[in-house]
T-cell receptor, first 113, second 112 residues
Framework: GAGVSQSPSNKVTEKGKDVELRCDPISGHTALYWYRQSLGQGLEFLIY????????KSGLPSDRFSAERTGGSVSTLTIQRTQQEDSAVYLCASSLGLINEQFFGPGTRLTVL | GDSVTQMEGPVTLSEEAFLTINCTYT??????LFWYVQYPGEGLQLLLK?????DKGSNKGFEATYRKETTSFHLEKGSVQVSDSAVYFC???????????FGKGTRLHILP
């Protein structure tokens, strides 16, 4: 079946602009996660959803970052007033629920000029 | 807080060499442990996992044993192939919630 998909695959934006990154999880997966992969920093947890609610937002780096999930499916990660340090690959993953294997999407490479 | 430390790369080996990538963790309670792999141009995928002490995860010739006494989960393979060239991430899930905490990754180059 189809895996986790993310769009766009690449996004180049200017400093100060807002961006939206989209994640389509595997059908039926109730849990959805966002991570950030920065050069030299490894993978950093941002936020996860169980259904449409986000029990853990502790990883969001600042209030410029927000995420929502509607209908228990698609999720959008929004970064407002982007900064150069936001440049990274943003990864989305989904799973059947707590402590199940997470399946990762191919990521969105964000470059802030 | 919970964390994962893995050996820095890059690691360069010849084909058929023995591979070890060290990983140690810090966690309260009893986390689940994972190795994820990212092949060039591909997404992150689960390689193997272990959910309790002394469990051995294995896949594609790779193995790792959950050692609670040494808080380690070292990745091993007896004979590597060029196709094993990738970035390998050690990770843990605290099992209190559902996030995964990753190490910084180890890039592996296998020479023919």
């Amino acid at each position: 079946g189809a895996g986790v998909s993310q769009s766009p695959s690449n996004k180049v934006t200017e400093k100060g602009k807002d961006v939206e990154l989209r994640c389509d999880p595997i059908s039926g997966h109730t849990a959805l996660y966002w991570y950030r992969q920065s050069l030299g920093q490894g993978l950093e947890f941002l936020i996860y959803f169980q259904g449409n609610s986000a029990p853990d937002k502790s990883g969001l780096p600042s209030d410029r970052f927000s995420a929502e999930r509607t209908g228990g499916s698609v999720s959008t990660l929004t970064i407002q007033r982007t900064q150069q340090e936001d440049s990274a690959v943003y990864l989305c993953a989904s799973s059947l629920g707590l402590i199940n294997e997470q399946f990762f999407g191919p990521g969105t490479r964000l470059t802030v000029l | 807080g919970d964390s994962v430390t893995q050996m820095e790369g890059p690691v360069t080996l010849s084909e058929e060499a023995f591979l070890t990538i060290n990983c140690t963790y810090t966690a309260t309670g009893y986390p689940s442990l994972f190795w994820y792999v990212q092949y060039p141009g591909e997404g992150l995928q689960l390689l193997l996992k272990a959910t309790k002490a002394d469990d051995k995860g294995s896949n594609k010739g790779f193995e790792a044993t959950y050692r609670k006494e040494t808080t380690s989960f070292h990745l091993e393979k007896g004979s590597v192939q060029v196709s094993d060239s990738a970035v390998y991430f050690c990770a843990l899930s605290p099992n209190r919630d559902d996030k995964i905490i990753f190490g910084k990754g180890t890039r592996l180059h296998i020479l023919p």
